[in-house]
């Protein structure tokens, strides 16, 4: 079955083609980086009306990169929520658009579960695993049970991982998307810099949550305090300390979780699973199983929605035309084992 994918949900405009959930004969991604950088992060109305620019050529080249025509696509998936709420919109119309006038079933996808779905491209993975969700918006541990099952163990309780990245770039005048370049100048300075504390958040229903509020403004204000003497205040050692401290926070909730489920394989998704840090922390683990998608599919990518769309499409799911754009994720039970 091919499934074409479009992404819309944030600066991404993004379309891809995918046979069977798994392979991918295109997927392309126009980023709109450039166009937000003056104002370091999305400017939502200029978002959605790039993307109504950008959508039909992006389409249009995705499905003609994949040798295949329109005629030969047999479903559509497009990302209907989370996200901003215009940028959504003119993805979602033009699936609409497209599959009333191709006669071709679509479906909506969530955002967040396509994310966790991208390390499915390329790795055979059985469910159930240890997900994470890190992205510009969300921060997610849980029990992912199916492509369309995950068990929330724990969130962020105020920032997303990403948006911290994003923030503390933003303050220092680093440049923009913060989260890549923190990462470069990190690995250029000296993690014990500073001691930025851990939330003590790791109680009852908070056990596996986190939260980048305080560790932000700390990072921002570098008060004395949590700067060790003997090290210099350079962006590298800012960037690295900080690292340190956003990256071990998530990696100590993951492995108590492993521990108290007894589910050693972990798979991650979302742009902040490009961070090196993590990337490393996580695969010296010998015990665990550890997956992350190669870097193009942790950002948003359009392969990914046809990827998961596939599995809901093969079930018989067909969106209706008053399939509505939603801003927040719908439907994630929170549970503990
Ligand atoms: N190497 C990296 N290290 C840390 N963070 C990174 C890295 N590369 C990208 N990021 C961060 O990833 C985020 C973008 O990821 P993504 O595109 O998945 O987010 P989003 O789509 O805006 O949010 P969501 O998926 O929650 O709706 C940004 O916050 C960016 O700074
Ligand atoms: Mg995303």
Redesign the pocket.
């Known amino acids: 079955m091919l499934v074409l994918g479009i992404e819309s949900?944030?600066?991404?405009c993004s379309a891809a083609v995918v046979e069977d959930g798994k392979r991918i004969l295109s997927n392309r991604i126009a980023t709109q980086i450039d166009i937000h950088k003056p104002y370091d992060g999305?400017v939502p109305e200029i978002a959605s009306r790039t993307h109504t620019e950008w959508i039909k050529d992006v389409v249009e080249g995705a499905v003609s990169d994949s040798g295949a025509a329109l005629t030969d696509i047999d479903g559509i998936a497009v990302t209907n929520r989370?996200?901003l709420i215009g940028s959504l919109m003119v993805g979602l119309s033009y699936a609409k658009g497209l599959a009333f006038a191709s006669d071709i079933p679509f479906t909506g996808v969530d955002?967040?579960l396509a994310?966790m779905y991208a390390a499915q491209l390329e790795y055979d993975i059985e469910y159930p695993f240890i997900g994470l969700?890190?992205?510009?918006?969300?921060t997610i541990i849980s029990v992912v049970n199916d492509f369309d099952n995950i068990e929330v163990l724990g969130t962020t309780i105020d920032d997303?991982?990403?948006?911290?990245?994003?923030k503390v770039?933003k303050y220092y005048g680093f440049g923009?998307?913060?989260?890549?370049?923190?990462?470069?100048l990190a690995q250029k300075g000296d993690a014990d810099a500073f001691s930025f504390p851990d939330p003590s958040l790791h109680k009852g229903e908070h056990r596996y949550d986190v939260s980048y509020s305080g560790l932000k403004t700390a990072v921002i204000n570098q008060l004395d305090q949590f700067h060790n003497a003997g090290y210099e205040k350079t962006p590298e050692n800012i960037a690295a300390s900080f690292?340190k401290a956003?990256?071990e926070m998530l990696a100590k909730r993951l492995f108590k979780a492993v521990g108290d489920t007894g589910i050693t394989k972990i798979v991650a998704?979302?742009?902040?699973?490009?961070?090196?840090?993590?990337r490393s922390l996580l695969s010296e683990k010998n015990n665990l199983n550890v997956y992350f998608p190669s870097?193009l599919l942790?950002?948003?990518n359009a392969a990914m929605v046809a990827g998961i769309g596939y599995h809901y499409l093969m079930r018989g799911d067909r969106a209706g035309l008053d399939l509505n754009a939603g801003s927040r994720v719908a439907g994630f039970k929170k549970n503990y084992p």
């Open positions: 949900s944030c600066d991404e999305v989370p996200g955002h967040i994310h969700i890190v992205s510009g918006g969300h997303a991982c990403g948006e911290a990245y994003d770039a923009y998307p913060g989260g890549l370049i923190i990462d470069k690292q956003a990256i998704g979302g742009g902040v699973a490009a961070n090196s840090y993590l870097m942790c950002t948003d």
